[in-house]
């Protein structure tokens, strides 16, 4: 499959961005009727039910995008598992009211993050393998939980990324 690594940061940027659009509308609709959902808040924004696909809509088309951007490697399906493994945990905690242990949430993050840079996606930034494998845990875990905190406010955490 070489023409997968053809496909430039524009290109995988693009097929993202549309995948997300077309999925984005399924995944405000079958929220709710999944129970998946938000109720209005007092002082929210919105109207109506807020629903939870909004973050698997687009790690769901990220993930499916990532081969392409990055090219088929154990290490890109490393990514697409973890990033899984990590959309299940979010959507069980929300499912479950936040009642997902601290603790759980923070063991799973940092097990993905570290069989990420197993599988091959490990920056060199000190050059010292145990430090770089530390550094790039807690930059994984720092990143997953400051999106989960921005996810409270709609749409600022999906903006976000899009930046």
């Known amino acids: 499959m070489d023409w997968v690594r053809a496909l430039d940061p524009a290109a995988s940027f693009s097929l ?9 509308p399924v995944a405000v609709a079958l929220g709710p009727r999944l129970g998946l959902s938000v109720p209005p808040r007092l002082f929210g924004r919105a109207d109506r039910p807020v629903s939870y696909l909004g973050g698997a809509a687009l790690a769901l088309t990220i993930c499916s995008v990532i081969p392409a951007a990055v090219g088929l490697s154990r290490g890109s399906a490393a ?22 242990a601290p603790s759980v ?13 197993v599988a091959g ?3 060199e930034i000190s050059g010292v ?14 990143s ?10 709609d749409g600022v955490a999906g903006a976000t990324a899009a930046v």
């Open 144 to 153: 997953a939980n400051a999106f989960n905190l921005l996810d409270n406010m």
């Open 105 to 117: 949430r923070l063991t799973v993050e940092g097990l993905v993050a570290a069989a990420v840079w």
């Open 129 to 142: 393998l145990p430090v770089d494998l530390a550094l790039t845990v807690f930059v994984l875990v720092a």
């Open 121 to 123: 996606f490990r920056p």
């Open 79 to 100: 990514l697409v598992v973890g990033a899984l493994a990590a959309l299940t945990l979010g959507i069980v905690d929300d499912r479950a009211a936040g009642d997902v």
């Open 16 to 24: 993202a961005l549309v995948g997300s659009v077309a999925v984005m």
